[in-house]
């Protein structure tokens, strides 16, 4: 097996600290279940970030990078909901802990951390979290493709092959996110 470079290997123990803070929680995030997790020795990480709060703050860090750099994506909502299936697909951490950002880290200092990138998840898809109720079809439909595509990344075992299984999940969350849309326009042709 190649060796990793080191810009592979930060990322690879970031997306792990990612998906191991989401599940584990802030006070139970170890340096070692993340050492455990990327085979890679303690002290390695520890070379890599310092402390666990510096672990801690780079996994938060990276994840708001990375869904505030989604929002540069041009092109419609399917080039947008693409871009998206890529990456978490290919970070699972990630996509796990901006989803725990609103469930199971709900109120912690990392959900307050996490708020630019769940800001920037719910703007690619023109809903601003400070007033969903602006347009709460849409909201409530981008909560949906959200957590579809959560459930896809995190528990779904990979049954196709990438590409397909990216294919897939771009479809079912399309679907979620454009759902209703001739309904919404109906509704406000017979209301004029």
């Not at 399917?78 to 880290?105: F, Y």
Request: one cysteine or more; hydrophobic letters at 45%; proline letters at 5%.
């Amino acid at each position: 097996m190649p060796r990793r470079t080191t810009t592979e290997t930060t990322e690879a123990i970031l997306d792990n600290a990612a998906g191991l803070l989401a599940s584990l929680g802030p006070r139970d995030l170890s340096v070692q279940a993340v050492a455990d997790a990327t085979s890679l020795a303690k002290s390695s990480i520890l070379y890599h970030f310092g402390s666990r709060q510096g672990l801690l703050d780079a996994a938060v860090q990276q994840c708001v990078r990375e869904a505030v750099g989604l929002t540069e994506v041009t092109g419609d909502d399917r080039a947008r909901l693409r871009a998206l299936a890529e990456l978490s697909l290919d970070r699972p951490g990630w996509i796990r802990l901006v989803i725990a950002g609103v469930t199971n880290l709900h109120g912690t200092e990392v959900a307050a951390g996490l708020r630019p990138a769940i800001e920037a998840l719910y703007g690619l898809f023109g809903v601003d979290i400070e007033n969903p109720l602006a347009d709460p079809d849409r909201a409530m439909r981008v909560t949906g493709t959200l957590g579809a595509l959560a459930i896809f990344v995190i528990d779904a075992p990979p049954l196709l092959p990438p590409a397909a299984r990216l294919q897939a999940v771009e479809d079912v969350c399309a679907g979620i996110l454009e759902a209703g849309r001739g309904r919404a326009a109906g509704a406000a042709v017979a209301v004029s």
